[in-house]
Antibody
């Protein structure tokens, strides 16, 4: 069974940093393209960024609002996926989901809450 | 960036109704269009990929159609468990933009 479990969310102040993680199991993680998607309170879904598999270049892409502040990485030896967030803003407050899929996102974690407030 | 416009933003329907949700892309995306369902407090769930392919395990009440810029999600014979929010998403190019969502509630 495919399983994605996020962790590391919490309450931080504007300008601070936070790293959220996603533990993957039940599929060949090293071959997967992994994405982060967020959802602000009462709002819709917003794609944050993606990392391709190493076989496909391991490259990353980011949404404009987070480019230069967020970094996506992966640890294939431990089936882990990460989102490092720096210079956090109040508008980054959201539930952050990790998801897997090359084009369509077929598996999702349960999400982790990130709150940015002074 | 490609913009995805979903309509309506909300609708009220009854059990047994046929419901249609549309999604329009700002440029042609061929059939790189996916549909998701999200219930309150839950993660999204993939329903349709490639505009018209049903994800494994998803009820055949759900169907998708379209290509280019105009797409449709149809729910036949709406069931109580179908009351949820629905999102389209283009996967033609990054950023992988989502539509604004459609909330389907009980009339």
């Amino acid at each position: 069974e495919v399983q994605l479990v996020e962790s590391g969310g919490g309450l931080v102040k504007p300008g601070e940093s936070l790293r959220v993680s996603c533990a993957a199991s039940g599929f060949t993680f090293s071959s997967a393209w992994m994405s982060w998607v967020r959802q602000a309170p009462g709002k819709g879904l917003e794609w944050v960024g993606r990392i391709k598999s190493k076989n496909d270049g391991g490259t990353t892409d980011y949404a404009a609002p987070v480019k230069g502040r967020f970094t996506i990485s992966r640890d294939d030896s431990n089936n882990m996926f990460f989102l490092q967030m720096k210079s956090l803003k109040t508008e980054d407050t959201a539930v952050y989901y990790c998801a897997s899929g090359f084009w369509a996102l077929g598996a999702w974690g349960q999400g982790t809450q990130v709150s940015v407030s002074s | 960036d490609i913009q995805m416009t979903q309509s309506p933003s909300s609708l009220s329907a009854s059990v047994g109704d046929r419901v249609t949700i549309t999604c329009r892309a700002s440029q042609s995306i061929a059939t790189f269009l996916n549909w998701y369902q999200q219930k309150p407090g839950e993660a999204p769930k993939l329903l349709i990929y490639g505009a018209s392919s049903l994800q494994s395990g998803v009820s055949s009440r759900f169907s998708g159609s379209g290509s280019g810029t105009d797409f449709t999600l149809t729910i036949n014979s709406l069931q109580p468990e179908d009351f949820a929010s629905y999102y389209c998403q283009e996967s033609y190019s990054t950023p992988l933009t989502f539509g604004g969502g459609t909330k389907v509630d009980i009339k």
